[in-house]
């Protein structure tokens, strides 16, 4: 089962595995507390958070390009 991720240090949202393993293809991240399941409510609380902290370093909530092939 897919489920969507969203990183806190460079802002991507993408679908992966649910795994105890999740690693950000973006910016190779995969400290646990720094991604966070979009789908739950843990996101839901950490939103306003995440947002603050990506505009600090300038950056900003976007989606993964997915490549022709690359989806399961």
């Not at 089962?1 to 595995?17: A, N, P, S, V």
């Not at 190779?28 to 399941?37: G, S, T, V």
Request: net charge negative; with cysteine.
């Amino acid at each position: 089962m897919r489920k969507e991720y969203c990183c806190t240090k460079c802002g991507l949202i993408w679908f992966d595995k649910n795994s105890n393993e999740i690693e950000c293809p973006e910016c190779a991240n995969h400290a646990i507390e720094d991604i966070f399941p979009c789908d739950s409510s843990a996101w839901f609380e950490a939103y306003t958070r995440v947002i603050c902290e990506l505009q600090m370093r300038n950056k900003r909530i976007h989606y993964h390009k997915i490549v022709k092939g690359e989806e399961e």
